[in-house]
């Protein structure tokens, strides 16, 4: 998910809700006109990504964004996948992809943590990409977050659907 935020936003979106209700009583037929939340983007990756908040007309491709993935390393080779389980260890490569990133500075923070551990991760990396062989059994979940920094402006990236890594307390057959 990814959504823009400006200094001024809340002044900005009251203004344009405020125009927005002075055309519908103007005789404007209100339905042409939606306030700019949560537009899902034209985005087939799988991780689908959301902008809300910009009352700026920017074209969808003008925003910082990112496309990760997780490699896995077994016995058949090279996985791009999203969830993966296997006997441990299990060696994995994290890559953010980011795109369009533009003027703006990213800032990366990868979580792996346990089921019910959102809060508490076992892991934080702050790289754009990362390696990690994990050794014990149970499953991880990993997340990334990156903040889009220019000026005063930020726009943050949320991987939606976490990625996870499970070695089973049983060898895999």
Known sequence: MIRKIFKHQASLLLLLGLSLAL????GTDSDEFTAPAATP??????FGSARSGSTYPEADGDL??????????DSTGLQDVTEFIGSAPIHVSFSSNVTNLGDYTPLYEWHVYKSGQEQNPYLV???ADFEYDFKE????????????????DTVEYAL???????????PCA
């Open 137 to 152: 059994t149970g499953k991880s979940y990993i997340s990334l977050q990156i903040s889009f920094v220019k000026g005063t």
């Open 160 to 170: 939606e659907t976490p990625f996870s890594v499970e070695a089973p307390t049983t």
């Open 125 to 127: 990396r702050t790289d």
């Open 64 to 73: 910082p964004n990112a496309e990760p993935k997780m490699k896995v390393t």
């Open 41 to 46: 983007a034209a985005n087939n990756d799988g």
């Open 23 to 26: 055309m519908g009583a103007c």
